[in-house]
């Protein structure tokens, strides 16, 4: 969607490395969001951020962190890669309205 | 924020009118009913929302019960490309976007 993009659009990587996805706005929006979607599991929310250096965590936090050093950038990291973080990792952000505009996604798979 | 019901699929033909069900009969008076569809892969996109009364965009229109306790998304003419799992949420503004399994609108030639 225009005005918010995430890099890389795929990945595969191997157990226990740390793998970083970033997620770019240009919207100047306050409040991003990355969200995690699997099978039987719908969307579900890993953490949140609601400035610079704001943030916490959603639904299904354990494994991941993040960081916002910038209003445009929100990345998320996993610090130690396992088979059951293989995903697809949506970002997205929201308007004063909490109208979300979601990223195109990224397909990552651990093996 | 109130939980909601939907169906879990429903056919359309393409070129009628998709009316999608929603129930929230929990829902409390801050909070609005948005209205989101997810395309084969793609991310989420926001279709609509509203409080109490109908609201209609290009996209959509949203008819709310008087009681709020159940909405209707209407699609005027859907086409092949409105194939997608819709999303309704009950949201108060501030809390973060809960997804359930949403409905597959399946419209068919």
């Known amino acids: 969607d225009a005005g918010i993009t995430q890099s890389p659009r795929h990945k595969v990587t191997e157990t226990g490395t740390p793998v970083t996805l970033r997620c770019h706005q240009t919207e100047n929006h306050r409040y991003m969001y990355w969200y995690r979607q699997d099978p039987g599991h719908g969307l579900r929310l890993i953490h949140y951020s609601y400035g610079v250096k704001d943030t916490d965590k959603g639904e299904v936090s354990d494994g991941y962190s993040v960081s916002r050093s910038k209003t445009e950038d929100f990345l998320l990291t996993l610090e130690s890669a396992t088979s059951s973080q293989t995903s697809v990792y949506f970002c997205?952000?929201?308007?004063?309205?909490?109208?979300?505009?979601f990223g195109s996604g990224t397909r990552l798979t651990v093996v | 924020d109130a939980k909601t019901t939907q169906p879990p699929s429903m056919d359309c033909a393409e070129g009628r009118a998709a009316n999608l069900p929603c129930n929230h009969s929990t829902i409390s008076g801050n909070e609005y009913v948005y209205w989101y569809r997810q395309i084969h892969s793609q991310g989420p996109q926001y279709i609509i929302h509203?409080?109490?009364n109908n609201e209609t965009n290009e996209m959509a229109s949203l008819i709310i019960t008087e009681d709020r306790k159940s909405s209707t998304l209407i699609l005027p003419h859907a086409t092949l490309r409105d194939t997608a799992v819709y999303y309704c949420i009950a949201l108060e503004y501030g809390n973060k976007l809960v997804f359930g399994a949403g409905t597959i609108l399946r419209v068919k030639s």
């Open positions: 997205a952000i929201s308007d004063p309205s909490y109208r979300y505009t």
């Open positions: 509203g409080l109490k």
